[in-house]
């Protein structure tokens, strides 16, 4: 193909190349956005529940997808036994646990984790942090949630101690309730910040934010564009004029 004075002879390993990695990039692109889309969607639904009137928790919940996020009232007494240390956690760059105690709803046999906010961690990790838990009735907000694995942690083993309080890379409900044998429902609260017994609790129902999703989008959509620019580069060959080079 002749473009002015340029003659363009795409070789045949640069244009494979082209071909395997143009797609990728492009698809990774739109698959940020969508992620981004996703995380929209999620923050609004977030907010609209937040917002909505307090459920008054007992022991009758069924819970169902459409209670998440949604603001709870709850009274009962910790049962500091089987306190729970997540571990892992980072909170502005220092590094420490989430404080995770469940809590027998009053009146019953019920009980429901808490997952009271973020503690530093002390000298060393063989020496758990002291936290302070009233032992009587409290009464305690917090935004629901179901546990979730820890998905960036390749490892199947959830436990780092033996023995209570107990650390753990995530807390799995079912697995707590067959290894304590307490009856428990099937979700955890996010203690909210202004709500006392609590440590420092600044909740994020998503990793990242949409804008950092788009701002990858556009990194790959970069790629895209500077992949067609270095093919073409590599490709377009100046041709020489006519008599060039005859003596």
């Not at 889309?37 to 529940?49: A, D, F, H, V």
């Not at 502005?92 to 009146?107: C, D, F, K, M, S």
């Amino acid at each position: 193909m002749r473009i002015a004075y340029y003659q363009f002879s795409p070789g045949k390993v640069p244009t494979l190349v082209m071909l395997a990695l143009l797609p990728i990039f492009i698809g990774l692109g739109f698959w940020q956005l969508q992620r981004a889309e996703e995380k929209r969607q999620i923050l609004t639904k977030q907010l609209e529940r937040q917002q909505s009137a307090p459920i008054h928790l007992d022991a009758t919940l069924q819970y169902a997808e459409t209670m998440q996020y949604r603001p709870v009232i709850v009274r009962g007494v910790f049962d500091t036994q089987y306190q729970v240390f997540i571990d892992n956690k980072i909170h502005h760059g220092q590094a420490g646990y989430q404080v995770v105690t469940p809590l027998r709803i009053e009146n019953t046999q019920k009980h429901v984790l808490i997952n009271r906010g973020w503690v530093p961690m002390g000298v060393s990790r063989a020496v758990l942090p002291t936290v302070t838990t009233p032992s009587a009735v409290v009464t305690v907000q917090g935004f629901m949630d179901i546990p979730h694995r820890d998905v960036v942690n390749m490892s199947g083993q959830n436990r780092g101690n033996s023995g209570w309080p107990a650390v753990l890379r995530w807390v799995d409900e079912v697995e707590f309730q067959r290894e304590t044998q307490l009856d428990m429902l099937p979700i955890i609260l996010l203690q909210t910040p202004e709500t006392e017994y609590g440590f420092i609790r600044e909740w994020h129902f998503i990793n990242s934010t949409p804008e950092k999703s788009t701002s990858y989008a556009v990194q790959w959509f970069s790629f895209a564009g500077l992949l067609i620019i270095i093919y073409v580069g590599v490709n377009l060959k100046k041709r020489a004029k006519h008599g060039e080079g005859e003596k």
